[in-house]
């Protein structure tokens, strides 16, 4: 079992950054790929950015590259979702997520492959 937990979510002009982090607790935090996903209201819940359990490796939604950063600290089990830039559309539920470190980059942006899911931080940004 993987417990996590979300933090750093709040309300931010357009324009702004907020930094998310996810701690975890139970099992290695390294045997896990870590994910982050985001739900806006009325909608389905979308892929956001994972990176792999050494860290070495990221991929993000196109909607996001170049604003969005994600990164990890094995040592400390968290993983952190820095985001700049942030627009009005970005504006969702963010919650974190584990995944076997063997997921491939195509499982990774689908909530089915991940095992274990935390209770989600709100992010509003205001135009």
């Known amino acids: 079992q993987v417990q996590l937990v979300e933090s750093g979510g709040g309300l931010v002009q357009a324009g702004g950054s907020l930094r998310l982090s996810c701690a975890a607790s139970?099992?290695?935090?390294?045997?896990?790929?870590m994910g982050w996903f985001r739900q806006a209201p009325g909608k389905e819940r979308e892929f956001v950015a994972v990176?792999?359990?050494?860290?070495?490796?990221?991929y993000y939604v196109d909607s996001v590259k170049g604003r969005f950063t994600i990164s990890r600290n094995n040592a400390k089990s968290t993983v952190f979702l820095l985001m700049n830039s942030l627009k009005p559309e970005d504006t969702a539920v963010y919650y974190c997520?584990?995944?076997?470190?063997?997921?491939?980059?195509?499982?990774?942006?689908?909530?089915?492959?991940?095992?274990?899911w935390g209770q989600g931080t709100p992010v509003t940004v205001s135009s």
């Open positions: 997520a584990a995944a076997d470190f063997r997921i491939t980059t195509a499982q990774a942006m689908r909530t089915a492959e991940y095992d274990y």
């Open positions: 139970g099992r290695t935090f390294s045997s896990y790929a």
């Open positions: 990176i792999s359990w050494s860290g070495g490796s990221t």
